[in-house]
């Protein structure tokens, strides 16, 4: 167990819906990651919170938001899915804002849509 | 664009014998790089780390070699055994975040 808690574990969906992902950092950390990771691809930045405010943005679609709550766990919200949306997405925290330390992953949550 | 990549998706090795993994990077400014080992079903876990100032950094049977010149970053376990076998991410530190390769399955074979 790494501490990061990625929730569910899978997720089926239809074309066109909204979901939400859920990730609770590893205790102390104040940074969450969120990597998607489609099939042959390498992971992908999408966005990094830092102790509730946006930091870093990567290649994040527009259908596509999160957020960081006061209690530090943080959501990523997909909407208007479409077939290509369907990927793992992996949450990561770290103590801080840089990369010094490196990242500690979840487990990830395999989104399906079908 | 792919400013990490990992040229060789797959990567089969004898046990006991060395494991040689690369990573190609663009970014001349990357200052920092990690490998990340990751099983089938979790998510990636840190393996080691190499500071651009540096050209080689051990850890027990890891090594990880940098060549800022070259832009190339190796992993070699030795001896590699059959417990090795799974997915690693290289990825390289820029701008906040790090930017990972599409990782190489190594298959330790007893």
């Known amino acids: 167990d790494s501490g990061v808690t990625q929730t569910p574990k899978h997720l089926i969906t239809a074309t066109g819906q909204r979901v939400t992902l859920r990730c609770s950092p590893r205790?102390?950390?104040?940074?969450v990651y969120w990597y998607q990771q489609s099939l042959d691809q390498g992971l992908q930045f999408l966005i990094q919170y830092y102790n509730g405010e946006e930091r870093a943005k990567g290649n994040i679609l527009e259908r596509f938001s999160a957020q960081q709550f006061p209690d530090l766990h943080s959501e990523l919200n997909l909407s208007s899915l479409e077939l290509g949306d369907s990927a793992l997405y992996f949450c990561?925290?770290?103590?801080?804002?840089?990369?010094?330390?490196?990242?500690?992953f979840g487990s990830g949550t395999r989104l399906t849509v079908v | 664009d792919q400013q990490v990549k990992q040229n060789s998706p797959s990567l089969s090795v004898q046990e006991g014998r060395i494991s040689i993994l690369n990573c190609d990077y663009t970014n001349s400014m990357f200052d920092y790089f990690l490998w990340y080992k990751k099983y089938p079903a979790e998510g990636p876990t840190f393996l080691i780390s190499?500071?651009?100032?540096?050209d080689k950094n051990e850890d027990g049977r890891f090594t990880v070699f940098l060549n800022k010149s070259a832009k190339h970053l190796s992993l070699h376990i030795v001896p590699s055994q059959p417990g090795d076998s799974a997915v690693y991410f290289c990825?390289?530190?820029?701008?906040?975040?790090?930017?990972f390769g599409t990782g190489t399955s190594l298959t330790v074979i007893p």
């Open positions: 205790s102390g950390d104040l940074s």
């Open positions: 990561a925290s770290s103590v801080g804002t840089g990369t010094l330390y490196g990242y500690t």
């Open positions: 990825a390289a530190s820029g701008s906040h975040q790090f930017y």
């Open positions: 190499i500071s651009s100032i540096k």
